[in-house]
């Protein structure tokens, strides 16, 4: 008889319950429910303030009450929405296979963006991004096992700034195939940017079945939504394209002080673009998220590294799940301004709690100095601090073969499982292997040159960038994205 195997049942007995992964949750069922019917309210006797002349038309039509800018929204026309808008979406890579499921509590992990420097992959020199550095990034992203999806990791200063958006899509379409989050400045850029999409996919039609990128559009907070951050909800929803209604809060400050008001300003700013898009086109796919910081007034600066940003943002993912509204966060920045234990401490937290709180898409990995400023090294550790951190997710399976009873059988007390074949098939699997984190002996570290984890990132992120091949985009493909940026710059 097999010793992996003992004569019970194969079978999983009645009732038998499985936690098929590790997550905790910040609030309770009640607490969301309560959080909810206060965003309701907020909504229905506050309102919120609509610059967009479109958008105030669509909701005076719904049932809305619009009094200049100020609209203030039924209840059962918001919870309407959230039950229209999908509870699940699914990303794609360039090549239209499907890549991120977008659901219930999966993960996904990638960079940040919006950084107004970086720091320069070879030198160190503290900089203002170019466009090479956003391909460097796409490079990077394309490369790392655990990072799924790619962003800008800062906006280029060396092209049109009116066209900017274009060429970052361009960047990181033509360096990977991984699903993009592409933040639109204007519509007009993101008209181009869904040509562009349209191009690589073959049609619209096409890229509507299988999208490979996603919005990201920033709302202004505080229940005012801007013109410009309504038009672009309106393009996407009219084209059937998956976007991002982010709101970013300061709690004392754009936002209450409290933690659980912060989250109710949030989600009552998200659910105004959840409805919109809803309203333009039922089933829209549409992700909501909300970062949150707090004013360190001493210093002067908005930390991303702060416990308050874990514990806002996984409270408004816990919010979001309990709504079946797939969610954004942000996680992976630190206030360090170089590779340190500070930064490490700080990244590791950060994107161990959102990803234990189920947070979907979790953006932020490899900014330093509270954001300012991007690092591809950083973004390389982060890499390594998600592979754990999925690992200690995946939790631990328990079946007959995995609770080895017949193994623990033959070995007997004080034998050795070395050598077993249950040991063999197990090893491998069961156990996390650290790509960059080391593990030698001193002797042959200090061997090796006592390379600490920042230098060892560092010679990775060049490796990568030296050797690393990204598929390319076939030849008459890459000549009509680049058409569609030469129009652009033309007209814009």
Known sequence: ???????????????????????????????????????????????????????????????????????????????????TAPSRVTLCDRNGKRALRVETTNSYYGPGQGNAFILDPLT??????????????????????????????????????????????????????????????????????LDMGSAVAGSLKEFQ??????FLIDSEGTLVHSDQTLAKVILAAKNRVP?????????????????????VVALADVLVGILLSQLIRQGTPVFAGGVFTIDDQENGVLPWGAPEVSLVGTGMGNVLRFLRVPSFGFAGASESKISDAQMGLEEAFSMLHQGLSGTNLIHGCGQLEYGLTGSLDMLTIGDEIVGMTRKIIQ??????????????????PGGNYLGEEHTLKYFRTEFWWPTLMNRDRIKDWTEAGCKSLGQRAKEKT????????SEKLPEDVL???KAIIEKAEKSL
């Open 1 to 83: 008889m097999n010793p992996m195997c003992t004569t019970r049942s194969n079978y999983t007995r009645s009732d038998f319950e499985v936690n098929q992964t590790i997550s905790w949750e910040m609030l309770s069922d009640d607490q969301c429910e309560e959080i909810l019917m206060t965003a309701l309210e907020v909504l229905e006797r506050t309102g919120a303030d609509i610059l967009n002349k479109e958008a105030q038309d669509v909701f005076a039509e719904a049932g809305c009450w619009v009094d200049g800018t100020r609209v203030r929204i039924p209840s059962a026309l918001t919870e309407w929405a959230v039950k």
């Open 124 to 193: 160190g020199e503290r900089r203002e991004p170019v466009k090479s550095d956003v391909a460097n990034t796409g490079i990077i992203c394309d490369a790392l096992n655990n990072i799924d999806f790619a962003l800008s990791n800062g906006y280029p200063t060396d092209v049109n700034s009116a066209t900017a958006d274009l060429h970052v899509f361009e960047a990181l379409l033509t360096n990977t195939t991984k699903p993009i989050i592409q933040p639109i400045q204007d519509v007009k850029q993101g008209q181009a940017i």
């Open 209 to 214: 079945k299988n999208p490979f990128f996603a």
């Open 243 to 263: 976007f991002i209604y982010n709101t970013k809060l300061i709690l004392g400050d754009t936002a209450p002080a409290s933690p659980a008001g912060a989250i």
């Open 395 to 412: 939790g631990i399976e328990v079946n007959e073969e995995r609770t080895a009873r017949g193994v623990i059988d033959a070995v007997e």
């Open 462 to 469: 060049q490796s990568i960038l030296q050797t690393h091949q």
């Open 479 to 481: 000549a009509e994205v």
